[in-house]
C-alpha cells in the first residue's frame, strides 16, 4: 500500500497550518477550530464525505482537539472555565481533626 500525496499527508499539513494560522491570526478561533475540524472529519467520514482526506483530517486533529478540551478542563490559561476554590476560609472556626489524630499505639 502507498502513500497518497493528498490524503495521507495533505489531511495532516492542512491540520497543521489550519492550527498556526488561528493561533497567530486569530487566537480567540483557535479552540473551535479544532472542536469542528475534529468533529467534522469524523462525521464526514462517517457520511462518506470527501473520501480519506475528510477522514484523515479528523484523525488528525483529534490530538489538537484533545488537548483544547484538557486545558479547559484543567483550567489552563485563557480559559474561561477554570474550577478554582471558593473564596472560603475556615477562620474563627478550627480545622477539622482527623479521625485517629490522637490514638497511640503502645
Known sequence: MAI??????????????????TETAAPNWNEWASYIMAAGGYVGGWMGWGGDFVKNVGIASLPWAAKKIYDRVKGGAGSRLSFRRAGVSRWPAPATKTPYEGIRIT
Open 4 to 21: 497518497r500525496v493528498v490524503p495521507d499527508l495533505g489531511a495532516p499539513i492542512a491540520v497543521v497550518a489550519v492550527d498556526l494560522i
